[in-house]
């Protein structure tokens, strides 16, 4: 079993496997910044993982991290459970609070654009917070299928406004990203936009690698708020014999009793949108 204070007396923990038995416990210190980095971690029913709880989230000065080995199947894994995380005991993962989900704009971004505009106020976003514009365009024969190219934009926060609703970017935006308009050319929906910065990381130590995944199952008893899970998921739309289903960024299977998921940032890194 791993005992509570193992993060706190080594910030920067390497091992293969972290197996939480029950009655045992692992944490994630609130006073300075940790990092793991394992192959798989294992909860075990009876044991828990505190990353941070309702109580005593992950201050915003402070960061956690989970890495996962860039490890190669093992083929003695014939399930391939491995390589990632398996939660079957109490999850607690709650980092600092930001204001959540998409947000709207009220103003449509344009190429050239340095700061965006939002209907609503945020709290907690911050300088150097990556943020997501996707890709709003009205599609035709012409830019679909196989024609596609994605203008999803990642740009970078530089710092918000005492008010909360401006936005200023590092960098210019590169497309615009337009709402959508009535037959008469009228707006009618703007577009959102999203902030992918947690303090409080789960993620793939190599996203073009070896990935790992993230599953809760069994009796686990979960509760995940303000986090990022990021680069993970093996499963793939191949056939079976190429691909191993539910190994997910992210997979609830079959579980007793309800979770919670709020606020969380879960997406895939690409070698062009790469970032940690």
């Not at 496997?17 to 692992?26: A, H, T």
């Not at 196989?146 to 740009?155: G, I």
Request: charged share 20%; aromatic share 6%; net charge negative.
């Amino acid at each position: 079993a791993i005992d509570m204070p193992l993060l706190q007396d080594s910030p920067d923990a390497q091992a293969r496997v972290v197996s939480v038995e029950p009655g045992g416990g692992l944490s994630a210190s609130r006073l300075a910044a940790s990092k793991l980095t394992v192959t798989t971690l294992l909860v075990h029913e009876g044991g828990m993982l505190n990353y941070g709880d309702t109580a005593m989230p992950i201050p915003s000065a402070s960061k956690a991290e989970v890495i996962f080995r860039d490890a190669p199947p093992d083929a003695s894994d014939l399930g391939q459970w491995g390589r990632g995380f398996l939660g079957l005991g109490t999850i607690r993962i709650h980092g600092a609070f930001k204001t959540e989900g998409q947000r709207l704009l009220a103003v449509e971004p344009k190429a050239g654009d340095t700061t965006l505009t939002l209907a609503e106020p945020v709290v907690g976003w911050a300088a150097d917070d990556r943020l997501i514009l996707p890709d709003s365009r009205h599609l035709n024969s012409g830019t679909s299928g196989e024609y596609y190219q994605s203008q999803d934009e990642l740009p970078q926060l530089a710092s918000v406004s005492p008010s909360g609703k401006t936005l200023s970017l590092q960098t210019p935006l590169q497309f615009d990203h337009p709402g959508a308009r009535t037959v008469a050319g009228v707006l009618e929906f703007l577009p959102h936009v999203g902030n992918l910065t947690h303090n409080v990381v789960f993620r793939s130590e190599n996203p073009a690698g070896n990935r790992a995944h993230f599953m809760v199952t069994g009796q686990a008893d979960d509760d995940i708020r303000y986090a990022q899970l990021s680069g993970m998921g093996r499963s793939t739309t191949g056939e079976l014999s190429e691909s191993v289903q539910g190994r997910y960024n992210y997979h609830r299977h079959h579980c007793t009793n309800p979770g919670k998921l709020i606020g969380c940032a879960l997406f895939d890194l690409t070698p062009g949108h790469s970032f940690k």
